[in-house]
Protein backbone atom coordinates (compact mmCIF):
# COMPACT_ATOMS: atom_id res chain seq x y z
CA UNK A 1 0.00 0.00 0.00
CA UNK A 2 2.89 2.52 1.18
CA UNK A 3 4.91 2.03 -2.11
CA UNK A 4 1.79 3.02 -3.97
CA UNK A 5 2.55 6.50 -2.98
CA UNK A 6 6.30 6.33 -3.75
CA UNK A 7 7.29 8.46 -6.45
CA UNK A 8 10.64 7.41 -7.73
CA UNK A 9 13.33 10.11 -7.72
CA UNK A 10 14.01 10.73 -10.69
CA UNK A 11 10.57 11.86 -11.79
CA UNK A 12 10.45 13.77 -8.42
CA UNK A 13 12.96 16.18 -9.33
CA UNK A 14 11.68 16.03 -13.24
CA UNK A 15 8.33 17.36 -11.90
CA UNK A 16 10.04 20.07 -9.13
CA UNK A 17 12.42 20.71 -12.05
CA UNK A 18 9.64 21.99 -14.79
CA UNK A 19 7.69 23.52 -12.35
CA UNK A 20 10.34 25.63 -11.01
CA UNK A 21 10.87 26.66 -15.04
CA UNK A 22 6.96 27.06 -14.72
CA UNK A 23 6.70 29.43 -12.19
CA UNK A 24 9.70 31.11 -13.30
CA UNK A 25 8.40 32.01 -16.83
CA UNK A 26 5.30 33.36 -15.38
CA UNK A 27 7.18 35.50 -12.67
CA UNK A 28 9.14 36.79 -15.32
CA UNK A 29 6.29 37.67 -17.36
CA UNK A 30 4.32 39.33 -14.50
CA UNK A 31 7.75 41.24 -14.09
CA UNK A 32 8.16 42.60 -17.28
CA UNK A 33 4.43 43.26 -17.89
CA UNK A 34 5.03 45.55 -14.77
CA UNK A 35 7.74 47.14 -16.06
CA UNK A 36 6.52 47.80 -19.72
CA UNK A 37 2.95 49.21 -17.86
CA UNK A 38 4.54 51.36 -15.58
CA UNK A 39 6.41 52.97 -18.40
CA UNK A 40 3.25 53.62 -20.11
CA UNK A 41 2.61 57.37 -20.40
CA UNK A 42 -1.14 56.50 -19.20
CA UNK A 43 0.50 55.14 -15.67
CA UNK A 44 3.31 57.95 -15.54
CA UNK A 45 0.40 60.60 -15.55
CA UNK A 46 -1.83 58.66 -13.01
CA UNK A 47 1.10 57.62 -10.54
CA UNK A 48 2.06 61.73 -11.08
CA UNK A 49 -0.95 61.88 -8.98
CA UNK A 50 -1.58 61.09 -4.51
CA UNK A 51 -3.24 58.16 -4.04
CA UNK A 52 -3.15 54.88 -1.61
CA UNK A 53 -0.15 52.45 -1.96
CA UNK A 54 -0.93 50.53 -5.31
CA UNK A 55 0.63 46.83 -5.39
CA UNK A 56 1.87 45.24 -8.96
CA UNK A 57 -1.16 43.65 -10.90
CA UNK A 58 -3.86 44.16 -8.56
CA UNK A 59 -3.51 47.83 -7.87
CA UNK A 60 -5.73 49.18 -5.57
CA UNK A 61 -8.24 46.21 -5.76
CA UNK A 62 -7.04 44.10 -2.78
CA UNK A 63 -8.28 47.14 -0.73
CA UNK A 64 -12.13 46.33 -1.47
CA UNK A 65 -11.69 42.72 -0.46
CA UNK A 66 -13.27 41.76 2.32
CA UNK A 67 -15.27 44.60 3.01
CA UNK A 68 -18.91 45.00 3.55
CA UNK A 69 -20.68 48.34 1.74
CA UNK A 70 -20.70 50.04 4.78
CA UNK A 71 -17.39 49.25 5.96
CA UNK A 72 -16.32 50.21 2.02
CA UNK A 73 -17.92 53.49 2.18
CA UNK A 74 -16.24 54.23 5.66
CA UNK A 75 -12.48 52.52 4.54
CA UNK A 76 -12.82 55.37 1.33
CA UNK A 77 -13.70 58.58 3.21
CA UNK A 78 -10.98 57.70 5.80
CA UNK A 79 -8.72 56.89 2.88
CA UNK A 80 -9.15 60.60 1.93
CA UNK A 81 -8.85 62.41 4.90
CA UNK A 82 -5.56 60.56 5.50
CA UNK A 83 -4.52 61.57 2.19
CA UNK A 84 -5.64 65.18 2.82
CA UNK A 85 -5.46 65.77 -1.36
CA UNK A 86 -8.13 66.97 -3.67
CA UNK A 87 -7.06 64.48 -6.14
CA UNK A 88 -6.69 61.27 -5.75
CA UNK A 89 -5.84 58.53 -8.21
CA UNK A 90 -6.74 54.63 -7.54
CA UNK A 91 -5.51 51.68 -9.62
CA UNK A 92 -8.41 48.62 -10.18
CA UNK A 93 -5.74 46.89 -11.96
CA UNK A 94 -4.78 48.41 -14.99
CA UNK A 95 -7.36 51.06 -15.00
CA UNK A 96 -7.19 54.27 -13.91
CA UNK A 97 -9.43 55.71 -11.34
CA UNK A 98 -9.36 59.39 -10.46
CA UNK A 99 -11.29 61.04 -7.46
CA UNK A 100 -11.81 64.96 -7.72
CA UNK A 101 -13.05 66.89 -5.11
CA UNK A 102 -11.92 70.42 -5.67
CA UNK A 103 -14.83 72.58 -7.18
CA UNK A 104 -13.01 73.96 -9.66
CA UNK A 105 -11.46 70.14 -11.08
CA UNK A 106 -15.24 69.34 -10.53
CA UNK A 107 -16.23 72.02 -12.85
CA UNK A 108 -13.62 70.99 -15.72
CA UNK A 109 -15.26 67.56 -16.05
CA UNK A 110 -19.37 68.66 -14.89
CA UNK A 111 -19.53 71.71 -16.91
CA UNK A 112 -17.90 70.75 -20.06
CA UNK A 113 -19.85 69.86 -23.38
CA UNK A 114 -16.65 67.21 -24.03
CA UNK A 115 -16.80 65.07 -20.87
CA UNK A 116 -20.38 63.79 -20.97
CA UNK A 117 -19.72 60.71 -21.58
CA UNK A 118 -20.32 58.04 -18.39
CA UNK A 119 -18.33 55.45 -17.41
CA UNK A 120 -18.37 51.89 -18.21
CA UNK A 121 -19.56 50.84 -14.48
CA UNK A 122 -23.20 52.40 -15.67
CA UNK A 123 -23.64 49.54 -18.12
CA UNK A 124 -25.14 47.36 -15.04
CA UNK A 125 -28.03 49.54 -15.67
CA UNK A 126 -28.43 48.99 -19.49
CA UNK A 127 -30.84 45.75 -19.70
CA UNK A 128 -33.18 47.81 -17.09
CA UNK A 129 -33.11 51.51 -18.93
CA UNK A 130 -31.44 50.86 -22.26
CA UNK A 131 -29.86 53.54 -23.66
CA UNK A 132 -32.19 55.99 -21.67
CA UNK A 133 -30.87 59.88 -20.73
CA UNK A 134 -28.74 58.23 -17.72
CA UNK A 135 -26.50 56.19 -20.07
CA UNK A 136 -27.00 57.72 -23.59
CA UNK A 137 -24.22 59.83 -25.32
CA UNK A 138 -23.59 61.90 -28.12
CA UNK A 139 -26.25 63.03 -30.15
CA UNK A 140 -28.88 60.79 -28.84
CA UNK A 141 -28.34 61.77 -25.66
CA UNK A 142 -28.39 65.84 -26.34
CA UNK A 143 -32.14 65.46 -28.83
CA UNK A 144 -33.57 63.54 -25.91
CA UNK A 145 -32.42 65.64 -23.65
CA UNK A 146 -34.07 68.57 -25.38
CA UNK A 147 -37.32 66.53 -25.58
CA UNK A 148 -37.66 65.73 -22.07
CA UNK A 149 -36.24 68.34 -20.42
CA UNK A 150 -39.82 70.94 -21.37
CA UNK A 151 -42.00 67.80 -19.54
CA UNK A 152 -40.45 69.23 -15.95
CA UNK A 153 -41.46 72.55 -16.74
CA UNK A 154 -43.26 74.20 -13.98
CA UNK A 155 -46.64 74.43 -15.87
CA UNK A 156 -46.36 70.56 -15.90
CA UNK A 157 -45.36 70.59 -12.39
CA UNK A 158 -47.90 72.35 -11.00
CA UNK A 159 -50.17 69.76 -12.58
CA UNK A 160 -49.05 66.82 -10.66
CA UNK A 161 -49.39 68.84 -6.85
CA UNK A 162 -52.59 66.91 -6.26
CA UNK A 163 -51.20 63.55 -6.78
CA UNK A 164 -48.33 64.58 -4.37
CA UNK A 165 -51.07 65.28 -2.18
CA UNK A 166 -53.07 62.48 -2.22
CA UNK A 167 -49.53 60.41 -2.05
CA UNK A 168 -49.35 62.67 1.46
CA UNK A 169 -52.28 61.18 2.68
CA UNK A 170 -51.86 57.83 1.91
CA UNK A 171 -48.22 58.14 3.95
CA UNK A 172 -50.08 59.73 6.79
CA UNK A 173 -52.52 56.99 6.78
CA UNK A 174 -49.37 54.19 6.99
CA UNK A 175 -47.89 56.21 9.48
CA UNK A 176 -50.71 56.23 11.94
CA UNK A 177 -50.72 52.01 11.77
CA UNK A 178 -46.90 53.06 13.52
CA UNK A 179 -47.76 55.29 16.36
CA UNK A 180 -45.53 54.05 19.44
CA UNK A 181 -43.34 51.63 17.51
CA UNK A 182 -39.49 52.31 16.06
CA UNK A 183 -39.41 51.70 12.38
CA UNK A 184 -37.70 51.72 9.35
CA UNK A 185 -39.11 55.38 7.52
CA UNK A 186 -37.27 54.13 4.36
CA UNK A 187 -39.95 51.58 3.31
CA UNK A 188 -43.06 53.84 3.25
CA UNK A 189 -40.80 56.86 1.52
CA UNK A 190 -39.85 54.36 -0.76
CA UNK A 191 -43.82 53.12 -1.38
CA UNK A 192 -44.78 56.61 -1.55
CA UNK A 193 -41.91 57.42 -4.20
CA UNK A 194 -42.91 54.41 -6.87
CA UNK A 195 -46.93 55.29 -6.13
CA UNK A 196 -46.41 58.94 -7.48
CA UNK A 197 -43.99 57.95 -9.86
CA UNK A 198 -46.10 55.46 -11.35
CA UNK A 199 -49.10 58.21 -11.43
CA UNK A 200 -46.66 60.83 -12.88
CA UNK A 201 -44.29 59.34 -14.94
CA UNK A 202 -46.70 56.48 -16.54
CA UNK A 203 -50.20 57.74 -15.45
CA UNK A 204 -50.98 54.26 -13.86
CA UNK A 205 -52.57 54.69 -10.27
CA UNK A 206 -51.78 52.13 -8.26
CA UNK A 207 -54.97 50.96 -7.12
CA UNK A 208 -56.10 50.87 -10.45
CA UNK A 209 -55.99 48.02 -12.70
CA UNK A 210 -55.86 45.38 -10.84
CA UNK A 211 -52.34 44.73 -8.80
CA UNK A 212 -50.50 45.59 -12.01
CA UNK A 213 -49.64 49.03 -11.01
CA UNK A 214 -48.77 47.04 -7.37
CA UNK A 215 -46.69 44.28 -8.94
CA UNK A 216 -44.65 46.94 -10.94
CA UNK A 217 -43.81 49.22 -7.85
CA UNK A 218 -42.91 45.86 -6.35
CA UNK A 219 -40.87 45.31 -9.26
CA UNK A 220 -38.97 48.75 -9.50
CA UNK A 221 -37.78 48.51 -6.16
CA UNK A 222 -36.60 45.06 -6.41
CA UNK A 223 -34.71 45.79 -9.53
CA UNK A 224 -33.19 48.65 -7.72
CA UNK A 225 -31.93 45.93 -4.98
CA UNK A 226 -30.12 43.76 -7.22
CA UNK A 227 -28.59 46.98 -8.62
CA UNK A 228 -27.08 47.79 -5.44
CA UNK A 229 -26.00 43.92 -5.09
CA UNK A 230 -24.40 43.95 -8.44
CA UNK A 231 -23.09 47.12 -7.65
CA UNK A 232 -20.59 46.04 -4.27
CA UNK A 233 -20.10 42.58 -4.50
CA UNK A 234 -17.62 43.01 -7.10
CA UNK A 235 -18.13 39.28 -8.45
CA UNK A 236 -21.59 39.90 -9.92
CA UNK A 237 -20.81 42.56 -11.98
CA UNK A 238 -18.99 40.35 -14.89
CA UNK A 239 -22.20 39.41 -16.84
CA UNK A 240 -20.92 35.67 -17.48
CA UNK A 241 -20.94 35.03 -13.95
CA UNK A 242 -23.68 36.82 -12.96
CA UNK A 243 -26.00 34.82 -15.41
CA UNK A 244 -25.50 31.78 -13.36
CA UNK A 245 -26.83 33.29 -10.43
CA UNK A 246 -30.63 32.93 -8.40
CA UNK A 247 -30.36 36.76 -8.87
CA UNK A 248 -30.12 36.99 -13.07
CA UNK A 249 -33.13 34.55 -13.50
CA UNK A 250 -35.34 36.87 -10.87
CA UNK A 251 -33.84 39.95 -13.12
CA UNK A 252 -35.55 38.84 -15.79
CA UNK A 253 -38.88 38.02 -14.45
CA UNK A 254 -38.52 41.57 -12.78
CA UNK A 255 -37.59 43.03 -16.22
CA UNK A 256 -39.93 41.15 -18.37
CA UNK A 257 -43.10 42.36 -16.18
CA UNK A 258 -41.71 46.13 -16.16
CA UNK A 259 -41.56 46.09 -19.65
CA UNK A 260 -44.26 44.82 -20.39
CA UNK A 261 -46.30 47.06 -18.48
CA UNK A 262 -44.37 49.55 -20.20
CA UNK A 263 -44.64 48.49 -23.65
CA UNK A 264 -48.69 47.74 -22.29
CA UNK A 265 -49.37 51.91 -21.17
CA UNK A 266 -47.68 53.26 -24.09
CA UNK A 267 -49.44 50.98 -26.54
CA UNK A 268 -52.90 52.80 -24.37
CA UNK A 269 -51.43 56.04 -24.31
CA UNK A 270 -50.93 56.75 -27.68
CA UNK A 271 -54.17 55.73 -29.05
CA UNK A 272 -54.98 58.49 -26.18
CA UNK A 273 -52.68 60.92 -27.88
CA UNK A 274 -54.12 60.34 -31.15
CA UNK A 275 -57.90 60.27 -30.16
CA UNK A 276 -56.97 63.76 -28.40
CA UNK A 277 -55.51 65.26 -31.78
CA UNK A 278 -58.58 64.31 -34.05
CA UNK A 279 -60.29 66.68 -31.33
CA UNK A 280 -57.75 69.30 -32.02
CA UNK A 281 -57.03 69.75 -27.91
CA UNK A 282 -53.64 71.20 -27.25
CA UNK A 283 -51.81 70.07 -23.97
CA UNK A 284 -49.48 71.46 -21.91
CA UNK A 285 -46.62 70.27 -23.30
CA UNK A 286 -46.98 72.46 -26.06
CA UNK A 287 -47.07 75.70 -23.94
CA UNK A 288 -44.10 74.54 -22.03
CA UNK A 289 -42.34 74.04 -25.40
CA UNK A 290 -43.85 77.11 -26.33
CA UNK A 291 -42.35 79.22 -22.99
CA UNK A 292 -39.55 76.88 -22.54
CA UNK A 293 -35.82 79.00 -23.17
CA UNK A 294 -33.05 76.97 -22.90
CA UNK A 295 -29.33 77.33 -21.93
CA UNK A 296 -26.31 75.66 -23.20
CA UNK A 297 -26.62 73.23 -20.90
CA UNK A 298 -29.60 71.70 -22.22
CA UNK A 299 -31.70 72.61 -18.94
CA UNK A 300 -34.52 75.54 -19.11
CA UNK A 301 -33.34 78.71 -18.38
CA UNK A 302 -36.56 78.84 -15.60
CA UNK A 303 -34.31 75.77 -13.50
CA UNK A 304 -32.15 77.66 -10.53
CA UNK A 305 -31.99 75.09 -7.77
CA UNK A 306 -30.66 77.83 -4.70
CA UNK A 307 -33.54 79.61 -2.91
CA UNK A 308 -35.68 80.92 -5.64
CA UNK A 309 -34.83 77.86 -7.83
CA UNK A 310 -38.78 76.90 -8.11
CA UNK A 311 -40.43 80.78 -9.12
CA UNK A 312 -41.06 81.19 -12.52
CA UNK A 313 -43.76 83.32 -14.80
CA UNK A 314 -46.74 81.25 -13.42
CA UNK A 315 -45.78 81.09 -10.03
CA UNK A 316 -48.33 83.51 -8.75
CA UNK A 317 -51.25 81.81 -11.14
CA UNK A 318 -51.69 78.65 -8.52
CA UNK A 319 -54.06 76.80 -10.81
CA UNK A 320 -52.95 73.56 -9.03
CA UNK A 321 -55.65 70.94 -10.15
CA UNK A 322 -56.00 71.21 -13.95
CA UNK A 323 -58.63 68.44 -13.47
CA UNK A 324 -58.03 64.45 -13.31
CA UNK A 325 -58.92 64.26 -17.05
CA UNK A 326 -56.45 67.10 -18.37
CA UNK A 327 -53.66 65.95 -16.23
CA UNK A 328 -50.94 63.61 -18.52
CA UNK A 329 -48.08 62.12 -17.10
CA UNK A 330 -44.43 62.17 -18.73
CA UNK A 331 -45.18 59.45 -21.12
CA UNK A 332 -47.90 61.37 -22.60
CA UNK A 333 -45.53 64.06 -23.38
CA UNK A 334 -43.06 62.11 -24.60
CA UNK A 335 -45.80 60.74 -27.05
CA UNK A 336 -46.30 64.11 -27.93
CA UNK A 337 -42.53 65.20 -27.86
CA UNK A 338 -42.30 61.87 -30.87
CA UNK A 339 -44.57 62.89 -33.29
CA UNK A 340 -43.44 66.57 -33.27
CA UNK A 341 -41.61 67.65 -36.56
CA UNK A 342 -38.23 66.80 -36.26
CA UNK A 343 -37.95 63.97 -33.70
CA UNK A 344 -38.25 60.61 -33.75
CA UNK A 345 -38.57 59.22 -30.99
CA UNK A 346 -39.47 55.35 -31.44
CA UNK A 347 -41.80 53.38 -28.46
CA UNK A 348 -38.46 51.70 -27.76
CA UNK A 349 -36.77 54.75 -27.17
CA UNK A 350 -40.06 56.21 -25.15
CA UNK A 351 -39.77 53.08 -23.42
CA UNK A 352 -36.37 53.16 -22.36
CA UNK A 353 -37.16 57.26 -21.10
CA UNK A 354 -39.77 55.91 -18.90
CA UNK A 355 -38.23 53.72 -17.48
CA UNK A 356 -35.05 56.04 -16.72
CA UNK A 357 -37.18 58.09 -15.18
CA UNK A 358 -39.18 55.32 -12.50
CA UNK A 359 -35.46 54.76 -11.64
CA UNK A 360 -33.83 58.03 -10.98
CA UNK A 361 -36.93 59.45 -9.62
CA UNK A 362 -37.68 56.68 -6.85
CA UNK A 363 -34.34 55.59 -5.19
CA UNK A 364 -32.70 59.26 -4.54
CA UNK A 365 -35.99 60.96 -3.59
CA UNK A 366 -37.06 58.16 -1.10
CA UNK A 367 -33.05 58.64 0.38
CA UNK A 368 -33.33 62.25 0.36
CA UNK A 369 -36.89 62.30 2.57
CA UNK A 370 -35.79 59.39 4.28
CA UNK A 371 -32.38 61.43 5.61
CA UNK A 372 -34.62 64.31 6.31
CA UNK A 373 -36.89 62.44 8.49
CA UNK A 374 -34.02 61.03 10.56
CA UNK A 375 -31.91 64.11 10.74
CA UNK A 376 -35.30 66.54 12.20
CA UNK A 377 -35.70 63.15 14.61
CA UNK A 378 -32.48 63.97 15.67
CA UNK A 379 -32.47 67.67 15.69
CA UNK A 380 -35.78 68.72 17.55
CA UNK A 381 -34.93 72.06 17.90
CA UNK A 382 -34.52 72.26 14.16
CA UNK A 383 -37.85 70.27 13.50
CA UNK A 384 -39.69 72.99 15.88
CA UNK A 385 -38.74 75.36 13.11
CA UNK A 386 -39.96 73.52 10.39
CA UNK A 387 -43.56 73.09 12.50
CA UNK A 388 -43.35 76.90 13.18
CA UNK A 389 -43.67 77.66 9.43
CA UNK A 390 -46.08 75.38 8.26
CA UNK A 391 -47.76 77.06 11.12
CA UNK A 392 -47.37 80.08 9.81
CA UNK A 393 -48.84 78.95 6.33
CA UNK A 394 -51.57 76.41 7.21
CA UNK A 395 -52.56 78.53 10.36
CA UNK A 396 -55.50 76.53 11.88
CA UNK A 397 -56.12 74.26 8.65
CA UNK A 398 -53.29 72.23 9.19
CA UNK A 399 -55.73 69.31 6.68
CA UNK A 400 -56.00 71.25 4.22
CA UNK A 401 -54.40 70.15 0.76
CA UNK A 402 -51.17 72.20 0.35
CA UNK A 403 -51.04 74.35 -3.18
CA UNK A 404 -48.12 75.30 -5.32
CA UNK A 405 -48.02 78.62 -3.88
CA UNK A 406 -47.75 77.27 -0.27
CA UNK A 407 -44.48 75.19 -1.34
CA UNK A 408 -43.37 78.03 -2.33
CA UNK A 409 -43.17 79.52 1.27
CA UNK A 410 -41.62 76.80 2.87
CA UNK A 411 -37.71 78.50 2.84
CA UNK A 412 -36.63 76.92 5.87
CA UNK A 413 -37.69 73.48 4.91
CA UNK A 414 -36.11 74.11 2.02
CA UNK A 415 -32.95 74.95 3.31
CA UNK A 416 -33.34 72.12 5.67
CA UNK A 417 -34.12 69.85 2.57
CA UNK A 418 -31.05 71.19 0.91
CA UNK A 419 -28.47 70.64 4.23
CA UNK A 420 -29.94 66.75 3.71
CA UNK A 421 -28.82 66.86 0.24
CA UNK A 422 -25.15 68.29 1.25
CA UNK A 423 -24.71 65.66 4.40
CA UNK A 424 -26.32 63.11 2.67
CA UNK A 425 -26.51 63.05 -1.10
CA UNK A 426 -28.62 60.48 -2.52
CA UNK A 427 -25.83 60.29 -5.32
CA UNK A 428 -22.52 60.89 -3.37
CA UNK A 429 -20.37 60.28 -6.41
CA UNK A 430 -20.76 60.31 -10.45
CA UNK A 431 -18.28 58.73 -12.74
CA UNK A 432 -17.37 59.75 -16.36
CA UNK A 433 -15.23 59.08 -18.69
CA UNK A 434 -12.16 60.94 -20.17
CA UNK A 435 -11.70 60.83 -23.57
CA UNK A 436 -8.62 63.12 -24.52
CA UNK A 437 -6.30 64.15 -21.83
CA UNK A 438 -7.53 66.92 -19.22
CA UNK A 439 -5.43 69.50 -17.53
CA UNK A 440 -6.26 69.67 -13.78
CA UNK A 441 -6.80 73.37 -12.36
CA UNK A 442 -6.10 72.25 -8.64
CA UNK A 443 -2.59 70.90 -9.29
CA UNK A 444 -0.08 69.97 -12.29
CA UNK A 445 -2.00 66.91 -12.77
CA UNK A 446 -3.04 65.86 -16.50
CA UNK A 447 -5.98 62.96 -16.95
CA UNK A 448 -4.64 60.94 -19.51
CA UNK A 449 -7.32 60.03 -22.25
CA UNK A 450 -9.40 56.63 -20.72
CA UNK A 451 -9.40 57.53 -17.22
CA UNK A 452 -12.45 57.44 -15.48
CA UNK A 453 -13.23 59.81 -13.00
CA UNK A 454 -15.10 60.33 -9.86
CA UNK A 455 -17.06 63.28 -9.00
CA UNK A 456 -16.77 63.14 -5.14
CA UNK A 457 -20.19 65.25 -4.09
CA UNK A 458 -20.40 63.47 -0.49
CA UNK A 459 -16.62 64.84 -0.26
CA UNK A 460 -16.83 68.80 -1.44
CA UNK A 461 -19.82 68.99 0.66
CA UNK A 462 -18.17 67.96 3.76
CA UNK A 463 -14.87 70.25 2.72
CA UNK A 464 -14.53 72.75 5.45
CA UNK A 465 -13.27 75.58 2.88
CA UNK A 466 -17.03 75.80 2.06
CA UNK A 467 -18.87 74.81 5.00
CA UNK A 468 -16.87 76.21 8.24
CA UNK A 469 -18.57 73.72 10.55
CA UNK A 470 -18.83 70.73 7.91
CA UNK A 471 -20.10 67.71 10.04
CA UNK A 472 -23.12 69.93 11.53
CA UNK A 473 -26.91 69.68 10.85
CA UNK A 474 -27.12 73.47 10.11
CA UNK A 475 -29.97 74.62 6.97
CA UNK A 476 -28.64 77.88 7.66
CA UNK A 477 -25.40 77.18 4.91
CA UNK A 478 -28.28 77.55 2.39
CA UNK A 479 -29.23 81.40 3.71
CA UNK A 480 -28.61 83.33 0.45
CA UNK A 481 -25.69 85.12 1.88
CA UNK A 482 -23.50 82.30 2.53
CA UNK A 483 -24.45 81.04 -1.18
CA UNK A 484 -23.09 83.71 -2.79
CA UNK A 485 -19.83 82.95 -0.85
CA UNK A 486 -19.63 79.28 -1.96
CA UNK A 487 -18.00 78.30 -5.73
CA UNK A 488 -21.16 76.77 -7.55
CA UNK A 489 -19.52 73.72 -8.04
CA UNK A 490 -19.09 72.91 -4.10
CA UNK A 491 -22.63 71.69 -3.50
CA UNK A 492 -23.60 69.34 -6.63
CA UNK A 493 -26.26 67.07 -5.03
CA UNK A 494 -28.12 66.93 -8.40
CA UNK A 495 -24.84 67.08 -10.37
CA UNK A 496 -24.55 70.54 -12.19
CA UNK A 497 -23.65 71.28 -15.94
CA UNK A 498 -24.79 69.92 -19.09
CA UNK A 499 -25.62 66.24 -17.51
CA UNK A 500 -26.89 67.63 -14.44
CA UNK A 501 -30.02 65.86 -12.89
CA UNK A 502 -33.36 66.88 -14.90
CA UNK A 503 -35.59 65.84 -12.39
CA UNK A 504 -34.60 68.03 -9.58
CA UNK A 505 -37.50 70.45 -9.78
CA UNK A 506 -39.62 67.53 -9.71
CA UNK A 507 -37.78 66.05 -6.71
CA UNK A 508 -37.99 69.45 -4.70
CA UNK A 509 -41.16 70.04 -4.89
CA UNK A 510 -42.51 66.42 -4.03
CA UNK A 511 -40.45 66.69 -1.29
CA UNK A 512 -41.48 69.64 -0.08
CA UNK A 513 -45.12 68.30 -0.40
CA UNK A 514 -44.22 64.64 1.06
CA UNK A 515 -42.94 66.23 4.13
CA UNK A 516 -44.90 68.96 5.07
CA UNK A 517 -48.02 66.63 4.70
CA UNK A 518 -46.07 64.13 7.14
CA UNK A 519 -44.74 67.22 9.60
CA UNK A 520 -47.66 68.98 9.55
CA UNK A 521 -49.44 65.90 11.37
CA UNK A 522 -46.51 64.11 13.65
CA UNK A 523 -43.20 64.82 15.28
CA UNK A 524 -40.25 62.71 13.99
CA UNK A 525 -38.30 61.46 17.52
CA UNK A 526 -35.08 59.47 17.50
CA UNK A 527 -32.27 59.23 19.60
CA UNK A 528 -29.56 58.01 17.29
CA UNK A 529 -26.94 60.26 16.47
CA UNK A 530 -25.59 61.00 12.81
CA UNK A 531 -21.67 59.90 14.15
CA UNK A 532 -23.36 56.01 14.79
CA UNK A 533 -25.17 56.39 10.93
CA UNK A 534 -23.60 53.44 9.15
CA UNK A 535 -23.73 54.99 5.46
CA UNK A 536 -23.56 52.70 2.76
CA UNK A 537 -23.04 53.89 -0.63
CA UNK A 538 -23.38 51.50 -3.66
CA UNK A 539 -25.23 53.73 -6.14
CA UNK A 540 -27.46 55.40 -3.08
CA UNK A 541 -26.14 56.86 -0.24
CA UNK A 542 -28.19 55.21 2.47
CA UNK A 543 -28.03 54.06 6.06
CA UNK A 544 -26.74 50.16 6.44
CA UNK A 545 -28.29 50.60 10.04
CA UNK A 546 -31.58 50.94 8.78
CA UNK A 547 -33.44 55.15 8.87
CA UNK A 548 -35.23 54.14 12.48
CA UNK A 549 -37.33 56.42 13.80
CA UNK A 550 -40.28 56.74 15.92
CA UNK A 551 -43.31 59.27 15.47
CA UNK A 552 -46.03 61.22 17.58
CA UNK A 553 -49.22 62.36 16.57
CA UNK A 554 -49.32 66.16 16.72
CA UNK A 555 -52.43 67.55 18.54
CA UNK A 556 -51.50 71.11 17.48
C1 LIG B 1 -33.39 64.07 -4.39
C2 LIG B 1 -33.63 63.52 -5.54
C3 LIG B 1 -32.65 63.41 -6.67
C4 LIG B 1 -31.29 63.51 -6.68
C5 LIG B 1 -30.37 63.78 -5.49
C6 LIG B 1 -30.85 63.32 -8.04
C7 LIG B 1 -29.53 63.37 -8.45
C8 LIG B 1 -29.11 63.17 -9.75
C9 LIG B 1 -27.74 63.19 -10.16
C10 LIG B 1 -26.54 63.42 -9.25
C11 LIG B 1 -27.72 62.94 -11.50
C12 LIG B 1 -26.48 62.80 -12.39
C13 LIG B 1 -26.12 61.33 -12.37
C14 LIG B 1 -24.90 61.01 -13.15
O1 LIG B 1 -24.37 61.84 -13.89
O2 LIG B 1 -24.49 59.85 -13.01
C15 LIG B 1 -29.09 62.76 -11.94
C16 LIG B 1 -29.47 62.51 -13.25
C17 LIG B 1 -30.77 62.31 -13.65
N1 LIG B 1 -31.89 62.40 -12.85
FE1 LIG B 1 -31.93 62.85 -10.87
N2 LIG B 1 -31.93 63.08 -8.83
C18 LIG B 1 -33.06 63.15 -8.05
C19 LIG B 1 -34.37 63.00 -8.46
C20 LIG B 1 -34.76 62.77 -9.75
C21 LIG B 1 -36.14 62.65 -10.18
C22 LIG B 1 -37.34 62.79 -9.24
C23 LIG B 1 -36.12 62.38 -11.52
C24 LIG B 1 -37.27 62.17 -12.45
C25 LIG B 1 -38.53 62.24 -12.11
C26 LIG B 1 -34.73 62.35 -11.93
C27 LIG B 1 -34.30 62.10 -13.22
C28 LIG B 1 -32.98 62.11 -13.63
C29 LIG B 1 -32.56 61.81 -14.98
C30 LIG B 1 -33.46 61.40 -16.15
C31 LIG B 1 -31.16 61.93 -14.99
C32 LIG B 1 -30.23 61.73 -16.19
C33 LIG B 1 -29.99 63.10 -16.82
C34 LIG B 1 -29.02 63.11 -17.99
O3 LIG B 1 -28.06 62.33 -18.00
O4 LIG B 1 -29.21 63.94 -18.89
N3 LIG B 1 -33.94 62.59 -10.84
N4 LIG B 1 -29.92 62.91 -10.85
Not at 35 to 40: A, D, I, Y
Not at 107 to 133: A, M, N, Q, T
Not at 508 to 516: C, D, G, Q, S
Request: net charge neutral; hydrophobic share 40%; proline share 4%.
Amino acid sequence: MAQAHVVPVEQHSYLDNSMTIYLAGIGAILVLYHFWFKSLRYVQLGNKMPGPLAIPILGNAYMALGKSPTDMFTFAYNTYKSLKADVIRLWLGPKLVVCLCAPEDIEIILGSHVHLEKSPEYRLFEPWLGDGLLISKGDKWRSHRKMIAPTFHTSILKSFVPVFNRNANNLISQFKKELGNEFDVHDYMSGATVDTLLETAMGVRKTEEDNTGFDYAMAVMNMCNILHLRHYKLWLRPDFLFKFTKMAGEQGSLLNLIHTLTRQVIKRKKANFFSRQSRGETSLYEQAVGSSKFDENYGLVEENIMSNYIRDDLDDNDENDVGEKKRLAFLDFMIEASQQKGNALSDEEIKEEVDTIMFEGHDTTAAASSFVLCLLGIHQDIQDKVYTELKEIFQDDMDRPITFSDTLHMKYLERVIMEALRLYPPVPIIARKVNEDVKLASGDYTLPAGTTVVIGQFIVHRNEKYYPNPLKFDPDNFLPERCQDRPYYAYIPFSAGPRSCVGRKYAMLKLKILLAGALRKFRMISNDKEENFKLQGDIILKRGDGFKIRIEERTH
